[in-house]
């Protein structure tokens, strides 16, 4: 069994759901409420560890699993879409039980040491659902969803200690490690098995800029002046901006589908289906990205400007001081893994509910923390994230313009082909 260590937290209340009447028949699908998915949603980042967490590869890996497995349970039920793995029906099961049983399989089993505050959210969940065989099939199915998502993902390329230590190089445009971090970070990701793409580099970024290049000169001038700690080009919104979308994309981007799915007021088995194509799509887009990045090897824009003067190129300038406004991601420049999680989560998102979707929501590594910032569409956050890694220093402008390219093309692909709409007689035929 894999284990993933992470910090214990401290559990907070979870409201009961009062989505399920808890008898033998189920109540009409879009009647539901969404809780159940948006609260487990918060569980798994709990589990991770909240705010605290670092393994953000593992992480997305674990939240597509909980919202694939969440997905496959209800659409066991009642077969509004199609399903991912799981084949089980039964239309008698209780719909929130079955949710919370199938998150709560695969998060017991990867992150066995959140044992207790998962017993202790699935029982907070369970209470709102009076007893009855209902309850107990929605038990059985989800567990039985949840054991169907993790044998798929079992030997998927996920084990391995992600602090990898590389040797140095002395040419110009190799990575190098960047302070405070001595190592790489989990260069095995770029051979994890995807979750809906048919091979890894698919979707692989282009070349990058030569170092010699006009295209490459003018990003390096760019984020020398722009991401500089303590730049007085860059504006006061640039600087809060930069904070807002700082913190792991995975994270930020769930926020914004909890958001989304509350104010639209979505239903249970829409909810669910958000939420697997969105962390599907960010999953995917990790191991993309680490599998372009890896390919690549680019060094960051913090080596890139001290070692400037041994690039070959007159136009760009070293400095042996520079420093990044915000710490440097222990792996390779391009391209922006942040910016392709973001664009496919938001292509994810934009496909379902709409493009021109306004929403408000904070984020903890905003000063002050848990600042809001507001947007009138998901392509204009999605844009703002990726150019936040230019303000913050730590990403050339290409790398964020090929992250969002491959992130756009990523989660195109898994709406075209997950999780489709049933149509009337495939809903005939699908049902338990």
């Known amino acids: ?70 997905h496959d349970a209800l659409n066991a039920i009642y077969p509004k879409y199609a399903t991912y793995a799981f084949t089980g029906k039964d239309a008698g099961a209780d719909p929130t039980a079955a949710a919370a049983a199938a998150a709560y399989e695969v998060l017991v089993h990867e992150i066995p040491d959140q044992k207790v505050f998962l017993d202790t959210a699935l029982t907070l969940t369970l209470s709102g659902i009076p007893e009855g065989k209902a309850k107990e099939k929605g038990l059985v199915l989800g567990q039985l ?14 084990s391995g200690n992600p602090i990898t230590p590389i040797a140095g ?63 007085t080009v860059r504006t006061a919104e640039q600087t809060f901006y930069a904070q807002f979308w700082y913190e792991f994309s995975e994270a930020g981007w769930n926020r914004v589908a909890q958001t989304i799915a509350m104010d639209k007021k979505m239903d249970l088995w829409d909810t669910a289906r958000l939420f697997a194509l969105v962390d599907m799509a960010m999953a995917d887009a990790y191991i993309a990205g680490w599998d372009s990045k890896f390919h690549y090897n680019l060094w960051r824009p913090y080596t890139a400007i001290r070692f400037a003067d041994q690039d070959g190129n007159p136009n760009t300038i070293g400095d042996l001081e520079w420093d990044a406004e915000m710490p440097t991601p222990p792996v390779q420049d391009y391209p922006s893994t942040h910016s392709a999680l973001g664009n496919a989560a938001a292509t994810v998102i934009a496909n379902i509910v709409g493009d021109n979707t306004s929403f408000t929501m904070a984020s903890p590594t905003t000063v002050p923390t848990n600042s809001t910032r507001s947007f009138s569409s998901v392509k204009q956050a999605a844009d703002e994230n990726a150019d936040s890694r230019v303000q913050a220093g730590i990403h050339f402008r290409f790398a964020c313009e090929a992250g969002q390219k491959m992130g756009d093309k990523i989660g195109q692909w898994l709406i075209e082909n997950y999780l489709q709409p049933l149509n009337a007689e495939e809903v005939a035929n699908n049902k338990g």
């Open 145 to 158: 969803a949840g054991q169907s998502i993790l044998a798929i993902r079992a030997n998927d390329g996920s």
């Open 1 to 70: 069994m894999k284990k993933m260590m992470f910090t214990m937290v401290v559990l907070t209340c979870l409201h009961a759901t009062g989505c399920s009447n808890g008898q033998d028949t189920v109540p009409e699908v879009g009647t539901l409420s969404n809780k159940v998915i948006l609260e487990w949603n918060d569980v798994a980042y709990r589990a991770f560890g909240g705010e605290l967490y670092q393994n953000s590869v593992m992480a997305s890996r674990i939240n597509a699993m909980v919202h694939l497995a969440m």
């Open 169 to 231: 190089s002395n040419t110009p445009g190799v990575y190098q490690v960047v302070p405070p971090f001595d190592f790489v970070f989990a260069p095995f990701w770029a051979d994890m098995k995807a979750f809906g793409l048919q091979k890894n580099d698919q979707f692989r970024s282009v070349t990058p800029p030569t170092l010699e290049s006009e295209a490459y000169t003018a990003d390096f001038n760019e984020v020398k002046s722009l991401g500089k700690k303590g730049s």
